[in-house]
């Protein structure tokens, strides 16, 4: 569960709402949700399900409990009893003031709330608040279950306590927020997406490039530059070794020339509008809606995960992600009341169908990646977490043997049964049986483990606190059957021997 928030209120459930609500739902925050549209709970559910999808894709800690999804037929009794309020009702301001009337009226005194309009200012929606100092703008981009940045605007009513409380509500779930200095129309990320839709309706007007051309553009170029270093990064690269001076002083005359419209827009004539849609129907009309969303949502896995992999940009935020649901798996399992005279059950999972290989199973490396969330959600339980890392000390694995059993299908439910076959003071030995939801053992994994000291790079004993727990544990794991092949090398088979000529 959240450090920060157990409960939150999702106002309005449409498609920001829907991300907003699967967001929360997935970091393990129980969530109540109003809507008084008929279509609110199939399209949440619907967003859910590519959430899930997504996130299982996406991320390779343990997904863990999510939290309890819960829909409100008046406002208030969704807002009752809640950390956070977020508002995602249409863009109206008279709207807006009604809904967030009711909200501060009904709402626990110290809930804070974030609303997130597109275009308004904080100042404009706390007209009439009792409290303004609790509302602020909380303005993401779709979709919000993937995309981390969340613009975090403030007024002078606000003060920095409840827009750092507002971040950090946002950081524990994954987001990546950027405070706004200043309030404005439309905030930034808008701004700047306005500036490109004024010049690519007049693209379109003008007949210089379809819609389909135009994305061609952003996509296979500055896009792809975009994603990873923004604006300002990227054109200091293009100064060469000056760097970004150099590079005003190249560009910076062609500011004044005629190249754009951005003073200007075209009338939105029902001419323009139809070929607008008409140009987008060539375009993308093979797809429904959901299917563009699953494309976009693969698309945004594969460029975080890259991102991840150096560390960089939004990876940054995936893999700070990543690291509190592992801890989340691992609190769980430090909490699960264990009976040890039998095998212990830490880590359960489903085979997405993105695991599947050529032959329609589970390929080889997802048992490898499902035993190490289990060897992890083992580790957590007997007290290896973030203090204890940041002590200088870590349990490595030195020998793993893997046998494959069965051939795994898709969303077969695993669960994997732990015991540990023995300890020292540096050494734990660990079994894991990976059975499907009929008790058909699937696979199993042996692990040796080692524990050392990460500063200095070499075995060392463990700390009291792990020495403690596998003692705990230790009366109750021998007395347990030692699995036959437990131990056995492969060489150890029963192969004839190779004729010698």
Not at 300 to 310: E, F, V, Y
Not at 380 to 388: L, S
């Amino acid at each position: 569960m959240s450090k920060l928030i157990s409960k939150v209120a999702c106002i309005g459930g449409g498609v920001i709402g829907g991300g907003w609500i699967a967001r929360f739902l997935l970091n393990g925050i129980d969530v109540a949700v109003h809507d008084p549209s008929p279509d609110a709970r199939r399209i949440v559910d619907e967003v859910l399900e590519n959430a899930r999808r997504a996130y299982a894709r996406m991320l390779m800690a343990p997904l863990g409990p999510e939290g309890q999804l819960t829909f409100h037929d008046t406002l208030a009794a969704a807002v009752a009893g809640a950390d956070y309020i977020q508002e995602s009702v249409p863009e109206r301001l008279d709207l807006k003031h009604t809904v967030i009337a009711a909200i501060e009226a009904a709402a626990p005194r110290d809930a804070l709330i974030g609303s997130s309009t597109s275009g308004f200012r904080p100042s404009q929606l706390q007209e009439g608040m009792a409290h303004p100092e609790r509302l602020f703008v909380a303005h993401p981009f779709n979709p919000v279950y993937l995309v981390p940045l969340v613009e975090i605007v403030g007024s002078p009513a606000n003060t920095e306590a409840a827009l750092d409380r507002a971040a950090e509500i946002q950081r524990e779930t994954g987001l990546k927020p950027v405070r706004i200095r200043k309030e404005i129309d439309a905030h930034i990320g808008d701004r700047l997406l306005e500036a490109v839709w004024r010049e690519a309706l007049w693209l379109v007007h003008d007949d210089v490039a379809t819609t389909e051309e135009i994305d061609d553009v952003i996509r296979f170029g500055f896009g792809l530059r975009w994603a990873q270093m923004g604006l300002f990064e990227t054109y200091r690269i293009a100064g060469g070794e000056a760097g970004m001076k150099h590079f005003i002083e190249q560009f910076g005359p062609a500011l004044k020339w005629p190249w754009t419209k951005l003073m200007d827009v075209p009338e939105m004539t029902d001419a323009l509008a139809g070929k607008i849609g008409d140009q987008s129907d060539a375009q993308s009309g093979q797809h429904s809606i959901r299917e563009l969303e699953r494309i976009r949502d693969e698309n945004l896995i594969g460029i975080l995960q890259a991102l991840r992999a150096n560390d960089w940009g939004a990876g940054e935020t995936l893999r700070e992600m990543e690291d509190r649901f592992f801890e989340r798996a691992k609190a769980v399992a430090r909490a699960t009341e264990t009976d040890y005279r039998a095998s212990m059950v830490l880590h359960e999972t489903r085979v997405p169908g993105e695991w599947l290989d050529y032959n329609g199973h589970m390929t080889e490396f997802r048992y490898l990646q499902v035993f190490g969330d289990a060897t992890d959600a083992f580790l957590g339980h007997i007290g290896m977490d973030d203090a204890y890392r940041s002590a200088g000390r870590s349990v490595y694995t030195v020998e793993t043997h893997i046998r494959h059993l069965a051939e795994t299908k898709v969303n077969t439910r695993l669960s994997v049964k732990s015991i540990v076959l023995g300890h020292d003071a540096k050494r734990i030995r660990l079994h894991h049986e990976m059975v499907d939801e009929a008790g058909q053992v699937q696979a199993t994994a042996e692990h040796m483990l080692m524990h050392v000291d990460t500063e200095a790079g070499r075995a060392s004993p463990m700390a009291a606190s792990l020495t403690e727990r596998l003692a705990a544990l230790s009366p109750g794991q021998s007395g347990l059957e030692v699995p036959e092949h437990a131990g056995r090398p492969i060489r150890d088979i029963g192969w004839p021997e190779p004729e010698v000529s």
